[in-house]
């Protein structure tokens, strides 16, 4: 899974103004089936018009709505069949979870937001396939390519802090203005609090598909492994590819262990074995495949 809230990009270049660009160029695939949190089949124009309305108290060269884009992998779409209903439901959650990484105590009802899922992906000029030469840019990238498109507004849900703020739940002048992309993390003073840590927020977004849809993510799947094979020293690089092999054995391990358990247990109801036979077998299938494994992960590096 990959969470991103990208800075620059088509449509980005005037977040300062109307968020019109941004739906006109994600309207490319399909035209509207926009949703939000509560709604399904939002028009485009009614998007534009929602988040163009949702501001106050911002200058006039302050960003305006910001986008996030999740990407699963092509692993996670095939364990749930890229459903539609499933990914928006997963959108909802993952907006929750960028409400309380502000650490203000939202919620995803107190964000302006709307979301569309597109299906296609074309190469760029960051794809390592067009850099050498074997892809063109704009080719269409091959195997299941879903991903959801969220523009959010900086400003929290103006309609819901007007009826809380009537109804005496706040007492604060102002509503919240929400930077995914500010410096501010977890701060407890000074002129902003709270901030957005988005290390912090892939992984929470990454648990949250998990913890939705029973995923069982192997290591070299998690925000953490890719991270710190990019950032981490070489020493920790090490530990956690000696981590993933061995991940990677009991994975192929466990199934012929069952496998085996099965065929004792069949046995176990005629003869009553000890049980210390089962363990010598799955002790035997680790002896045979781990060093086969091993030669074969370092070969690959």
Known sequence: MVAKIPSSGPGLGQRSGSCGGLVAYLEKEVQGHWFSLDREDVPAAEVVATLDRNKRNLNRDADKYYQVVLAPSQAELRHIDSDPEKLRAYTRAAMEEYAANFGKGIE??????????????????????????????????????????IIVSRTENLPRYTERKQAGEVDRKNPYHLSPL?????????????????????????????????????????????????????DECAVLRVQAVREDLLRQVVPQATQNQNVLAQHNAETSPSTSLTEQIIKQELVHVAPKQERSKGMKR
């Not at 912090?200 to 094979?229: G, I, K």
Request: net charge positive; proline share 4%.
């Open 108 to 149: 995803g009802k107190d964000l302006m937001y709307f979301a569309k899922v597109e299906h296609e992906r074309t190469t760029g000029p960051k794809d390592r396939a067009v850099q050498v030469g074997d892809m063109a840019r704009g080719q269409a990238k091959a195997g299941p390519q879903t991903h959801i498109h």
């Open 182 to 234: 500010t410096n501010h993390k977890n701060t407890e003073r000074g002129v902003v609090t709270g901030g957005f840590e988005r290390k912090q927020y892939s992984e929470r977004v990454e648990q949250a598909f998990d913890q939705a849809f029973s995923y069982e993510r192997p290591l070299t799947e998690t925000f953490h492994y890719a991270y710190a094979m990019r950032h981490a020293t070489p």
